[in-house]
């Protein structure tokens, strides 16, 4: 029927105007700060991209100059541990042989002609291996001037089971404990095997940590931090409580103040839920922190080699 078509043409075009009109209405013209607003927020959000960037091209580097360094500590740990008198090297006897490294005398990586200075509060340029220096990292939170007065005068020994149950820090212990008076030195030393044993315990727990900054697991800071801190304070344990040779005494209060400096980093992670810009530089100060506690582990095993072969 001609009227009937022409009734369901004009109704169907009724409905399409009316869902044009509905159309139009909402997707009216974007107002100027509507756009804008998506604008700054686009820009924003790149900005925040590019930082990010950074950080992680940042981090990775200098995770890079750490594993080097890491690398090259535990090379020259094995060559002392098996060195002979004569100089020539020999097969570890089983996973836990030793053998005497009282004999041969090996170059540190960090070792220079002239003996080892105190360590002071500035922290120093290192240089690597193949040239690439090392800049030092702020001072915020790894400074030594607010750091409670552990091993101030004196390190402190291996604390009881006890003393750990109540900190719940393997360095807590140490920290509280107020210096004893000034006793005589004492010049004995521990043996090579012994350091060294502790220095592999040790960059095996700084490897570790690494790992988890490499892989951006900043909840694993903290425990990683304690096995650090634990390996440390057995390690401070081996040698006298008042050595007579200055090196020795700087190297033990470079290794324990940094490994208290690093708890006290890996606990500001821990607590707190900081943006990208903090955690860069809490890793960052992790990693100077645990690259003191390399180098003065480094230091010991080169001076009780030194000694031990005179």
Not at 122 to 138: I, K, M, S, W, Y
Not at 263 to 278: G, L, W, Y
């Given at each position: 029927?001609?009227?009937?078509?022409?009734t369901?043409g004009?109704?169907?075009?009724d409905?399409?105007?009316?869902?044009s009109?509905?159309?139009?209405?909402?997707d009216g013209p974007?107002t100027?700060?509507?756009?804008?607003?998506?604008?700054s927020?686009?820009t924003?959000?790149e900005?925040?991209i590019?930082?990010?960037l950074?950080v992680?091209c940042?981090?990775?580097?200098?995770?890079?100059?750490?594993?080097?360094?890491?690398s090259s500590l535990?090379?020259?740990?094995?060559?002392l541990r098996?060195?002979?008198?004569s100089?020539q090297?020999q097969?570890?006897q089983?996973p836990?042989g030793?053998?005497p490294?009282?004999?041969g005398r090996?170059?540190?990586?960090y070792e220079t002609?002239s003996?080892?200075?105190?360590y002071?509060?500035?922290?120093e340029?290192?240089r690597?291996d193949?040239?690439?220096?090392?800049q030092?990292f702020?001072?915020?939170?790894?400074?030594l001037?607010?750091?409670?007065?552990?091993?101030?005068n004196?390190?402190e020994?291996?604390?009881?089971h006890?003393?750990?149950?109540?900190?719940?820090?393997?360095?807590?212990?140490?920290?509280?404990?107020?210096?004893e008076e000034?006793g005589?030195e004492?010049?004995?030393?521990p043996?090579?095997?012994d350091?060294?044993?502790?220095?592999?315990?040790i960059?095996?727990?700084?490897?570790?940590?690494?790992r988890a900054?490499?892989?951006?697991?900043?909840?694993?800071?903290l425990p990683?931090?304690?096995?650090?801190?634990?390996?440390?304070?057995?390690?401070?344990?081996?040698?006298?409580?008042?050595?007579s040779?200055?090196?020795?005494?700087?190297?033990?209060?470079?290794?324990t103040?940094?490994?208290?400096?690093?708890h006290?980093?890996c606990?500001?992670?821990a607590e707190h839920?900081?943006c990208p810009?903090?955690i860069?530089l809490?890793?960052?100060?992790v990693?100077q922190?645990a690259y003191?506690?390399a180098k003065?582990?480094?230091?010991l095993?080169?001076?009780?080699?030194k000694e031990?072969s005179?």
């Amino acid at each position: 029927d001609p009227v009937q078509e022409a009734t369901r043409g004009n109704s169907l075009n009724d409905r399409l105007t009316k869902s044009s009109e509905s159309s139009d209405l909402s997707d009216g013209p974007i107002t100027v700060q509507e756009f804008m607003e998506v604008k700054s927020a686009l820009t924003a959000s790149e900005a925040k991209i590019q930082q990010l960037l950074k950080v992680n091209c940042h981090l990775s580097e200098e995770l890079r100059l750490m594993q080097n360094k890491l690398s090259s500590l535990e090379t020259e740990n094995t060559t002392l541990r098996w060195q002979t008198p004569s100089g020539q090297q020999q097969q570890p006897q089983g996973p836990f042989g030793r053998h005497p490294a009282r004999g041969g005398r090996a170059m540190s990586m960090y070792e220079t002609s002239s003996p080892l200075r105190p360590y002071s509060h500035r922290v120093e340029t290192a240089r690597n291996d193949n040239g690439v220096v090392l800049q030092p990292f702020p001072s915020n939170g790894c400074s030594l001037g607010g750091q409670s007065p552990m091993l101030e005068n004196d390190y402190e020994t291996t604390p009881s089971h006890s003393e750990l149950e109540d900190t719940g820090s393997p360095l807590k212990a140490a920290e509280g404990v107020e210096p004893e008076e000034e006793g005589e030195e004492d010049a004995t030393l521990p043996s090579t095997e012994d350091v060294i044993c502790k220095t592999e315990q040790i960059t095996k727990n700084i490897q570790e940590l690494l790992r988890a900054a490499q892989e951006t697991k900043h909840e694993s800071f903290l425990p990683c931090s304690e096995k650090i801190c634990l390996a440390v304070t057995e390690m401070a344990a081996l040698f006298p409580k008042r050595p007579s040779l200055e090196t020795v005494r700087s190297s033990l209060y470079l290794l324990t103040s940094s490994a208290s400096r690093l708890h006290r980093e890996c606990q500001k992670a821990a607590e707190h839920n900081p943006c990208p810009s903090d955690i860069q530089l809490v890793t960052q100060q992790v990693i100077q922190c645990a690259y003191d506690i390399a180098k003065a582990a480094k230091q010991l095993v080169t001076v009780t080699t030194k000694e031990n072969s005179n």
